[in-house]
């Protein structure tokens, strides 16, 4: 009489299994991706002794540090049973994040539908399509949440809430994650543990990941989380208080929160800097140049802070190593932040914090 179960329950098993060995195919795949080092100027920092490095993560298959997110999610989901060869995969996300879950559902043949507000750019609406991604709009941005939830109800799927489940679903102690990844590189540097990561916040997956690897390796190296304008990362870290709400979106994508995200740990973070939107912006362009390759604005923001802990370095006398992100490719962003147009309509104006930067190329020094 048990039978019939017992046979469904072999083979949603069986589907399981098969669904985290073509994950981890497509980890191997994938291979690890490259650690750059900055090439700062000699004129001051030969004598200096400091060193930068970008872990570069726009070498993903989808292009952006949130693979690893989406990774995580999904295997998150399919070893706690949310996950089966009929189920209805959806987030709430507009941007990247979506755009990597959308990859690997597609991967496992599983439907995927991102929630957004209906005001989301055509090109990102069109980026996600393009993994195979359903897009569903909502009239206003804060709704996305609960839309998500009410979707999965419906069609009885499963809501993969990155903003709750990032720091659920990384595993923190290593297993080849980002954090464990960058010591790798760093083992033959001339200095192999860094004096400080600098990540920004989005869902607080990545600081909180980083920051307790660090804890349980127990190394000296601290951990600044940037933040943009407008988020509430920064002010709920200052004020010591978690419900601090801005009820206004970041400017910077990928980056920033109106509300503190349930993964974003400030016990794990040694200090916080919030970083002008124009300098994310302007810090953008310029490693664009100096790499010649475009990066998004996140990482001018997470460019800003580790400049700003070079120079004290530099002030102190301290040789040393820092360690950033490149997040994702600046290609993304060719009608918007690297848009005279675009960021003249949004009130951005990078020339200033480019007189800052060319300073600080020029004597290491930061205001």
Same mark, same amino acid.
């Given at each position: 009489?048990?039978?019939?179960?017992?046979?469904?329950?072999?083979?949603?098993? +069986?589907?399981?299994?098969?669904?985290?060995?073509?994950? $981890?195919?497509?980890?191997?795949?994938?291979?690890?991706?490259?650690? *750059?080092?900055?090439?700062?100027?000699?004129?001051?920092?030969?004598?200096?002794?400091?060193?930068?490095?970008?872990?570069?993560?726009?070498?993903?298959?989808?292009?952006?540090?949130?693979?690893?997110?989406?990774?995580?999610?999904?295997?998150?989901?399919?070893?706690?049973?949310?996950?089966?060869?009929?189920?209805?995969?959806?987030?709430?996300?507009?941007?990247?994040?979506?755009?990597?879950?959308?990859?690997?559902?597609?991967?496992?043949? *599983?439907?995927?539908?991102?929630?957004?507000?209906? +005001?989301?750019?055509?090109?990102?609406?069109?980026?996600?399509?393009?993994?195979?991604?359903?897009?569903?709009?909502?009239? $206003?941005?804060?709704?996305?949440?609960?839309?998500?939830?009410?979707?999965?109800?419906?069609?009885?799927?499963?809501?993969?809430?990155?903003?709750?489940?990032?720091?659920?679903?990384?595993?923190?102690?290593?297993?080849?994650?980002?954090?464990?990844?960058?010591?790798?590189?760093?083992?033959?540097?001339?200095?192999?543990?860094?004096?400080?990561?600098?990540?920004?916040?989005?869902?607080?997956?990545?600081?909180?990941?980083?920051?307790?690897?660090?804890?349980?390796?127990?190394?000296?190296?601290?951990?600044?989380?940037?933040?943009?304008?407008?988020?509430?990362?920064?002010?709920?870290?200052?004020?010591?208080?978690?419900?601090?709400?801005?009820?206004?979106?970041?400017?910077? $994508?990928?980056?920033?929160?109106?509300?503190?995200?349930?993964?974003?740990?400030?016990?794990?973070?040694?200090?916080?800097?919030?970083?002008?939107?124009?300098?994310?912006?302007?810090?953008?362009?310029?490693?664009?140049?100096? *790499?010649?390759?475009?990066?998004?604005?996140?990482?001018?923001?997470?460019?800003?802070?580790?400049?700003?802990?070079?120079?004290?370095?530099?002030?102190?006398?301290?040789?040393? +190593?820092?360690?950033?992100?490149?997040?994702?490719?600046?290609?993304?962003?060719?009608?918007?932040?690297?848009?005279? $147009?675009?960021?003249? +309509?949004?009130?951005?104006?990078?020339?200033?914090?480019?007189?800052?930067?060319?300073?600080?190329?020029?004597?290491?020094?930061?205001?």
């Amino acid at each position: 009489m048990n039978q019939p179960a017992a046979s469904a329950c072999h083979q949603s098993r +069986s589907w399981v299994d098969n669904a985290v060995r073509l994950i $981890e195919a497509d980890t191997r795949r994938s291979a690890d991706t490259h650690l *750059l080092r900055y090439p700062l100027p000699a004129a001051w920092c030969s004598d200096a002794d400091v060193a930068l490095y970008l872990k570069d993560e726009s070498t993903h298959i989808t292009g952006s540090l949130k693979h690893r997110l989406a990774r995580s999610l999904f295997l998150y989901g399919l070893c706690n049973g949310w996950i089966g060869e009929d189920t209805t995969v959806i987030e709430a996300s507009s941007g990247s994040t979506a755009v990597s879950e959308a990859y690997f559902a597609a991967l496992l043949g *599983l439907p995927f539908i991102a929630v957004m507000p209906a +005001s989301t750019s055509a090109a990102k609406v069109a980026l996600i399509q393009s993994q195979g991604g359903r897009c569903h709009f909502v009239t $206003e941005s804060a709704q996305v949440y609960a839309e998500a939830q009410r979707l999965a109800d419906e069609t009885g799927g499963h809501y993969l809430d990155q903003f709750t489940n990032a720091e659920r679903a990384t595993d923190w102690r290593g297993n080849n994650n980002i954090a464990e990844s960058i010591f790798d590189q760093m083992g033959q540097e001339t200095h192999p543990i860094p004096d400080w990561i600098v990540v920004g916040a989005g869902t607080g997956g990545t600081s909180a990941t980083i920051g307790r690897y660090i804890r349980y390796r127990r190394y000296p190296t601290r951990l600044c989380v940037v933040d943009p304008e407008n988020s509430a990362f920064y002010p709920s870290y200052t004020e010591d208080d978690p419900d601090v709400v801005t009820g206004l979106s970041s400017r910077i $994508e990928g980056i920033g929160r109106p509300r503190v995200e349930p993964s974003f740990l400030p016990g794990v973070v040694d200090r916080m800097i919030c970083v002008p939107d124009s300098a994310s912006v302007a810090a953008a362009h310029h490693v664009s140049r100096v *790499l010649g390759r475009r990066v998004g604005p996140s990482t001018g923001t997470n460019i800003c802070g580790a400049f700003g802990l070079l120079a004290d370095m530099v002030a102190q006398g301290c040789s040393g +190593s820092v360690v950033t992100l490149l997040a994702d490719s600046g290609d993304r962003y060719t009608e918007t932040y690297f848009c005279d $147009e675009w960021l003249t +309509s949004h009130g951005l104006d990078p020339s200033a914090s480019a007189e800052v930067l060319a300073e600080f190329e020029r004597s290491g020094r930061w205001p």
